[in-house]
């Protein structure tokens, strides 16, 4: 009796560690996340702008397209980033 | 009383401004068609090419950019990119990630792909040369925070050359043009461009016609 006693508060004690570490690898995870896309997104303002200096300095036919992949790179990083943050 | 001095008829010197059509003095261009397609890495008098600092009566005969051959370290390395996933997924490792993280994982990585691509495309399609009836520049964007424009015009050129050296560049023909000015930049190096004979020629025939716009007395 004592021993199922003290093996059940064992097992408890290790499921309690174990959720511990999973929300200890969850959070690091999200927290390595955020800081990844947060960062992809600064990158990809920093293309749009650039895109935007370079089509001042070079107009070609394709110019707009261009710009316009900028800011559809931009939009889905911004989309991806904040669906993360939401999910 | 006698008019001395009528300010009314006092005629300023006109500045002759005739630009001869290219045509007339460049066999490159008489032979070659003019180019339409924006990503041409060799476009003779290119359609709908403007640059910011073009005078206004000033004509961008060539556009040149790094021939594409050159670019396909990129496009082997975005593909091998394209398989870190696949590979990643015979990893058992991989697996233990919770299923939230293993999609955002997989996205976050094609986004980086998808970035490094667009990096790589505007890096070739805006760091290009150009050569106008009056000047050559040089356009460089070396990163996405790093922008160089050089300019010299023709009469500071004297020297042009070409070289080309190595199997691909030979069976591509593809070679580096350099020219040497008396300008602030000394020299311009037109990489791995596509037909270097071509360029060279077409700089001759120009160096050729500013010689005689000053000997003729054409002021452009």
Known sequence: MFNDTTSTGFILGTMSDNQDLLNLIDNFLKVLFILAFGMYVIFAFIATRQIHIMKNTLQTKYSTFVQLLGYVHLGLSILIFITFLLS | ?220
């Open chain 2, 1 to 220: 009383m006698p008019e001395i001095f009528d300010a009314s008829e006092k005629q300023t010197p006109v500045k002759t401004t005739s630009r001869k059509d290219p045509k007339s003095y460049s066999q490159v261009i008489r032979d070659n068609s003019q180019s339409d397609n924006p990503l041409d890495a060799f476009a003779l008098r290119p359609t709908s090419v403007v640059f910011d600092s073009q005078l206004e009566d000033e004509e961008v005969l060539l556009l040149l950019r790094q021939h594409p051959i050159t670019q396909i370290k990129w496009i082997f390395i975005i593909g091998m990119l394209l398989l870190v996933p696949f590979l990643l997924s015979l990893v058992s490792f991989w697996d233990m990630v919770p299923g939230k993280y293993h999609f955002f994982g997989l996205v976050f990585w094609y986004l980086l792909v998808l970035g490094i691509t667009l990096e790589a495309f505007l890096s070739w399609f805006y760091n290009v040369y150009i050569v106008t009836d009056e000047r050559v520049i040089d356009v460089d964007f070396l990163s996405l925070i790093y922008k160089n424009i050089s300019a010299a015009k023709l009469d500071n050129i004297e020297d042009v050359t070409a070289t080309t050296t190595g199997a691909i560049q030979s069976v591509f023909n593809i070679g580096t043009v350099k020219i040497q000015t008396a300008a602030e930049v000394t020299e311009f190096e037109f990489e791995n461009v596509p037909q270097p004979d071509k360029v060279t020629t077409l700089l001759n025939e120009l160096l050729l016609e500013e010689e005689r716009e000053k000997m003729e007395g054409r002021v452009n």
